[in-house]
């Protein structure tokens, strides 16, 4: 079945500065969502996009599904981008079992 | 924004007892999911759902089962609760884009 591994599982910035994540999976997939979560809250969806790239804010998203990977770009880092980052693969037309990858935790300091 | 709903938001059950989660959706989301959250798990899927009468197992049902009555509603249901069922259940729903309910967290005493 899928698998999905993101890296790093810790990242920490001093505030303005660049993160890059970075999300494999193994099997196909369609499109690939973004996802983060604020310490004890819920998930909250960044971005979802198939192959290319997608910006929305100071987030990028870049997707090459034939290589099954993806990497989010944030930049200009602030302290209230701390959190966890998840990503999931999708195959839409295909299973809609969706598995996610155990994410990256993002810690900002001022 | 596509709205998720979870009830309760905090459960505390005692060991043996049955609990029921709930989880509804106004989207008209053919797929459904239940996921529990542990420390140094991450997310774990547990069952799933492509519509009203469809469930699926997802990575680790054991203990668990799911009732998809209707389109809106998917229930995940503990029938012999156990310590290691204590966790934060969440549900989502989607057909591509996924939304989150806010989270279940559920005390097994």
């Known amino acids: 079945g899928q698998q999905v591994q993101q890296s790093p599982s810790s990242l920490v910035l001093q505030e303005g500065e660049n993160a890059e994540l970075q999300c494999n999976f193994s099997?196909?997939?369609?499109?690939l969502q973004w996802f983060y979560q604020s310490p004890g809250g819920s998930l909250v969806s960044l971005l979802s996009n198939p192959s290319g790239t997608k910006h929305t804010g100071r987030l990028t998203s870049t997707t090459v599904t034939k290589e099954r990977r993806s990497s989010l770009h944030i930049s200009s880092s602030q302290t209230t981008d701390s959190g966890t980052y998840l990503c999931a693969p999708l195959n839409q037309g295909g299973s809609a079992k969706l598995i996610f990858g155990e994410g990256t935790k993002l810690t900002v300091s001022s | 924004e596509a709205a998720v709903t979870q009830s309760p938001r905090n459960k505390v059950a005692v060991t043996g007892g049955k609990v029921t989660l709930s989880c509804n959706q106004t989207n008209n989301h053919n797929n459904m999911y239940w996921y529990r959250q542990d420390t140094g798990h991450g997310l774990r899927l547990i069952h799933y759902s492509y519509g009203a009468g469809s469930t699926e197992k997802g990575d680790i049902p054991d203990g668990y089962k799911a009732s998809r009555p209707s389109q809106e509603n998917f229930s995940l249901i503990l029938e012999l609760a156990t310590p290691s069922q204590t966790s934060v259940y969440f549900c989502?729903?989607?057909?591509?884009?996924?939304?989150f309910g806010k989270g279940t967290r559920l005390t097994v005493v």
């Open positions: 989502a729903s989607g057909d591509g884009v996924v939304f």
């Open positions: 099997s196909t997939a369609t499109q």
